[in-house]
C-alpha cells in the first residue's frame, strides 16, 4: 500500500532534530523505518512528517570503554552489533541480534528503533533489561539517563517524550548471559523469550509476558530457585492464535531457567 503523503526532514545535528520534532507534535523520529514505515502503509498510524535520524553520525557506532562499558549508539544497526568486534565484549548482543527475523530487517532495523518500539514480542527489551541496561534520551532541556525499569513504560511506549530523541544504549561491564526463547519458526516473532545475567548475582528478565519486560532477582541459579521466582511473578501473560495464557506462563519457567542455565555456563 502506498504511504499517504508526510512531510520529510533529514536533520544534520541532534539539535535541529529535537527542535523539529519539539516544534510539530505529529512528527516522528525515523530510524530504520522497519516499523514505523509498516505502521503508515498499515494506516496504524499516520504521522505529519519523519524526522529521518540516518544522517546523525553521533547516534552511530559502538564504543568499548577501559573497564568494559559498551556505549551504543541508538542508530546502530543489529547487523552492526552482530558485526562488531567491541560488542564481543558482551558475546549475547551479537547472538541475540543474529536471531531478529531476517538479513534486510538486520541491516536496517537499529538498537534504538527496536526498544523505542518496545513491542513485547521484540528480542532487545528483556535483553537490554537483564543487562542492567541504560539509556540517553536527549531533548529541548538537555539530556537525561533512565534505566530499563524506567524506559519500559508499557506497549509500544517508552520513557523517551515527544520532542526527545534516544542518544545511546550504556551496557555494563560483563560476560557472563543467557537468552532463550521459543519463537515462530526459525527467524519469527518471539511467542516467549527469557534473557539473564549471572554477574555475582542472577538477574532474568522475561518477554512477551507483560506490556514491559519482567524483571526477578531469583538469588541463585539453581534451577528450582528461578522456577520459584517465575511463578512468584504470578504472571497473567495475553493468550492469542500462537498461544494460551498458560502455556506462556509454562514456556517463562523452561526459558528462564534455559537462559540462566546460559549465563553460568551450563548449556
Ligand atoms: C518482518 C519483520 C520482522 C521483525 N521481527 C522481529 C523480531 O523477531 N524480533 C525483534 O526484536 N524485532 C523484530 N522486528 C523489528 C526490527 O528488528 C526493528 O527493531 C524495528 O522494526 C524498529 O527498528 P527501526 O530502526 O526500524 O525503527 P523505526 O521503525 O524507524 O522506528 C520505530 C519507532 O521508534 C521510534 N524511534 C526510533 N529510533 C528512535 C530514537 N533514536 N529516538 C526516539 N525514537 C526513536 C520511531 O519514532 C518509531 O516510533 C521485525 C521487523 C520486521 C519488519
Redesign the pocket.
Known amino acids: 500500500m502506498l504511504l499517504r503523503e508526510v512531510a520529510y526532514a533529514r536533520p544534520s545535528s541532534l539539535a535541529e532534530a529535537i527542535q523539529l520534532l519539539r516544534e510539530n507534535d505529529g512528527a516522528?523520529?525515523?530510524?530504520?523505518?522497519?516499523?514505523?514505515?509498516?505502521v503508515m502503509k498499515a494506516r496504524a498510524g499516520s504521522p505529519d512528517a519523519l524526522i529521518d535520524?540516518d544522517g546523525l553520525e553521533e547516534?552511530k557506532g559502538i564504543e568499548l570503554g577501559s573497564d568494559g562499558t559498551l556505549e551504543i549508539g541508538?542508530?546502530t544497526?543489529?547487523s552492526e552489533i552482530v558485526a562488531s568486534s567491541e560488542a564481543r565484549a558482551r558475546p549475547i548482543l551479537g547472538e541475540v541480534c543474529a536471531q531478529?527475523?531476517?538479513v534486510q530487517?538486520?541491516n536496517?532495523?537499529?538498537i534504538?528503533?527496536?526498544i523505542?518500539?518496545n513491542?513485547p514480542?521484540?528480542?532487545?527489551p528483556p535483553l537490554l533489561a537483564a543487562l542492567g541496561a541504560r539509556m540517553t534520551i536527549a531533548g529541548p532541556d538537555g539530556e537525561r539517563t533512565v534505566d530499563s525499569a524506567d524506559f519500559f513504560v508499557g506497549v509500544y511506549l517508552t520513557a523517551?517524550g515527544l520532542g526527545?530523541?534516544?542518544?545511546k544504549v550504556t551496557i555494563p561491564a560483563g560476560r557472563r548471559d543467557g537468552f532463550a526463547a521459543v519463537?515462530l519458526g526459525v527467524?519469527?516473532?518471539?511467542i516467549v523469550s527469557a534473557a539473564a545475567s549471572s554477574n555475582g548475582s542472577v538477574t532474568v528478565a522475561l518477554g512477551c509476558v507483560d506490556a514491559v519486560p519482567v524483571v526477578l532477582e531469583p538469588g541463585s541459579g539453581d534451577p528450582d530457585a528461578v522456577r520459584a521466582a517465575v511463578r512468584g511473578a504470578g504472571l497473567q501473560p495475553p493468550a492469542d492464535v500462537h498461544a494460551s495464557a498458560e502455556y506462556r506462563t509454562h514456556l517463562a519457567e523452561v526459558l528462564a531457567v534455559r537462559a540462566v542455565r546460559q549465563a553460568e555456563g551450563r548449556s
Open positions: 516522528r523520529a525515523l530510524a530504520g523505518g522497519q516499523t514505523l514505515i509498516n535520524l547516534l541508538a542508530m544497526t543489529c531478529i527475523a531476517d530487517v538486520r536496517r532495523g537499529t534504538g528503533g527496536n523505542c518500539t513491542d514480542t521484540n528480542h532487545l523517551v526527545e530523541v534516544l542518544t519463537t527467524e519469527g516473532t518471539c
